[in-house]
């Protein structure tokens, strides 16, 4: 009787010994993995600072009255050490997009065909719709829409009949979808009040838009334009007109990301605008782009 009482209590403490073991392991788990979320969490909040740094440095770059080693603003990339952070940092001048408020026909027709469209009669609806949905009158364009056809298609709204307010409006044009807008709207601003662009600083979709310009002949464009020194003869458009790297604006796209040693990173976007300082304020954001962090 008493060997089966002490073969109990043996099996009673091994069960306890392994219900402790098992406590233990899972608090450990838990243990580790609050860890790890935790510096997890402490490394993309470095990056994200880091990467808001770049954008202040862009600011400042943009600033620099010293025309030696001024960054500048044609998209191409800068990278600087912040601690032991790499932050790369790329700007565009507005002046080098589209204005989706000055635009007209041919230019609108450009952008669209260097989007990819090759439907003629698609690009003269789209060309039509923008200018309908800009304009301030009810007075419907030869391929374009006004009120009742975006009625008719189903939408809860109508065509503004004003300016653009921001980039993200261009959505709402009848005939625009979420991939088409993706592929546009690196090309596109409401900044720039030019009716066409600046080659100085325009990005490549917004290049493919110049009269003469084909991706063979942009992407040497751009080789040439981050090879080029102070001093180099001026770059040239395919009809000998020359392009001088001056007479941009003072509103900028930029990218920012940072990336830690160990791979964790954040990347942020925004458009912002100098200002003269007087206020305190050297600049103002005007478009906020929340970015990856990975």
Same mark, same amino acid.
């Given at each position: 009787?008493?060997?089966? %009482? *002490?073969?109990?209590?043996?099996?009673?403490?091994?069960?306890? &010994?392994?219900?402790?073991?098992?406590?233990?392991?899972?608090?450990? $788990?838990?243990?580790?993995?609050?860890?790890?979320?935790?510096?997890?969490?402490?490394?993309?909040?470095?990056?994200?600072?880091? #990467?808001?740094?770049?954008?202040?440095?862009?600011?400042?770059?943009?600033?620099?009255?010293?025309?030696?080693?001024?960054?500048?603003?044609?998209?191409? =990339? !800068?990278?600087?050490?912040?601690?032991?952070?790499?932050?790369?940092?790329?700007?565009?001048?507005?002046?080098?997009?589209?204005?989706?408020? &000055?635009? %007209? %026909?041919?230019?609108?027709? @450009?952008?669209?065909?260097?989007?990819?469209?090759?439907?003629?009669?698609?690009?003269?609806?789209?060309?039509? @719709?923008?200018?309908?949905?800009?304009?301030?009158?009810?007075?419907?364009?030869?391929?374009?829409?006004?009120?009742? #056809?975006?009625?008719?298609?189903? !939408?809860? !709204?109508?065509?503004? +009949?004003?300016?653009?307010?921001?980039?993200?409006?261009? %959505?709402?044009?009848?005939?625009?979808?979420?991939?088409? !807008?993706?592929?546009?709207? =690196?090309?596109?601003?409401?900044?720039?009040?030019? &009716?066409?662009?600046?080659?100085?600083? #325009?990005?490549?979709?917004?290049?493919?838009? $110049?009269?003469?310009?084909?991706?063979?002949?942009?992407? *040497?464009?751009?080789?040439?334009?981050?090879?080029?020194? =102070?001093?180099?003869?001026?770059?040239?458009?395919?009809?000998?007109?020359?392009?001088? #790297?001056?007479?941009?604006?003072?509103?900028?796209?930029?990218?920012?990301?940072?990336?830690?040693? +160990?791979?964790?990173?954040?990347?942020?976007?925004?458009?912002?605008?100098?200002?003269?300082?007087?206020?305190?304020?050297?600049?103002?954001?005007?478009?906020?782009?929340?970015? &990856?962090?990975?």
């Amino acid at each position: 009787m008493r060997d089966k %009482q *002490q073969g109990v209590a043996l099996i009673l403490v091994l069960w306890v &010994s392994i219900l402790l073991t098992v406590i233990v392991g899972s608090f450990s $788990i838990v243990a580790r993995t609050e860890t790890i979320q935790a510096r997890h969490l402490l490394d993309t909040t470095r990056a994200r600072y880091a #990467a808001e740094a770049g954008l202040h440095r862009a600011a400042y770059e943009m600033r620099n009255p010293k025309e030696e080693g001024k960054w500048i603003a044609d998209g191409r =990339p !800068y990278t600087f050490k912040f601690e032991e952070i790499e932050v790369e940092v790329m700007v565009v001048d507005e002046s080098g997009k589209i204005d989706i408020n &000055s635009a %007209q %026909q041919p230019t609108l027709a @450009a952008l669209f065909t260097s989007a990819g469209i090759e439907d003629q009669g698609m690009i003269d609806e789209l060309v039509d @719709a923008v200018i309908d949905f800009r304009d301030p009158d009810d007075l419907v364009s030869l391929h374009g829409a006004e009120a009742e #056809a975006y009625e008719a298609a189903g !939408y809860p !709204y109508g065509p503004k +009949n004003g300016p653009f307010e921001s980039v993200p409006e261009f %959505q709402q044009v009848i005939g625009m979808n979420w991939e088409l !807008y993706q592929k546009l709207e =690196p090309a596109i601003t409401v900044y720039s009040g030019r &009716s066409g662009v600046n080659p100085a600083f #325009a990005p490549r979709s917004a290049l493919l838009t $110049i009269d003469g310009m084909t991706i063979d002949i942009v992407d *040497q464009f751009i080789s040439d334009r981050n090879n080029s020194q =102070p001093g180099d003869p001026p770059l040239t458009l395919p009809d000998g007109t020359p392009v001088v #790297a001056r007479g941009g604006g003072l509103t900028y796209s930029v990218r920012a990301r940072a990336t830690l040693p +160990n791979g964790a990173s954040s990347e942020l976007k925004a458009t912002i605008r100098l200002g003269n300082g007087l206020t305190g304020r050297p600049f103002r954001i005007v478009r906020w782009r929340d970015g &990856s962090i990975t």
